[in-house]
């Protein structure tokens, strides 16, 4: 394979990328990148999130990684006729649990959140 020599004097085999010139800080800014993206994702994992359903009276928190605590579910709702209310106050809290989460993460990731789509959502 031929070899071509760049204005930075390293040499690239045609058809290859040339790392060191083509990405914007090379190797290293691309290892620092992934640092940052290490240290954000630990930072929002040592928070707490909750998140809430029906004025409050269904909560569930979590760990910044999703890891549930609790659940706490005030007796008033709780309806042996009425059980699949309880079920959707169950699932509501756990959508804006997740929506708390994806915002914390994406604030921990400052900057960084627009390298692409990490926490599986658009």
């Known amino acids: 394979m031929d070899d071509v020599d760049d204005d930075d004097g390293?040499?690239?085999?045609i058809?290859?990328?040339d790392l060191a010139g083509?990405?914007?800080d090379?190797?290293?800014g691309l290892l620092e990148q992934a640092q940052q993206v290490m240290a954000a994702q630990q930072e929002a994992a040592t928070r707490e999130v909750e998140g809430v359903a029906g004025g409050g009276v269904v909560r569930v928190r979590t760990t910044g990684t999703g890891e549930v605590l609790g659940v706490t579910i005030d007796?008033?709702?709780v309806d042996p006729n009425d059980v699949s209310l309880l079920e959707d106050l169950v699932v509501a809290a756990l959508?804006?649990?997740n929506?708390?989460?994806l915002a914390?993460?994406?604030?921990?990731?400052?900057?960084?959140?627009?390298?692409?789509?990490?926490?599986?959502?658009?």
């Open 22 to 24: 083509d990405a914007p």
């Open 15 to 17: 058809g290859l990328p």
């Open 104 to 122: 914390i993460q994406r604030e921990a990731m400052g900057p960084l959140a627009g390298l692409g789509d990490i926490f599986g959502t658009s």
């Open 26 to 28: 090379g190797l290293g």
């Open 10 to 13: 390293i040499s690239t085999p």
């Open 99 to 101: 929506a708390q989460l």
């Open 75 to 77: 007796p008033q709702v």
């Open 95 to 97: 959508h804006d649990m």
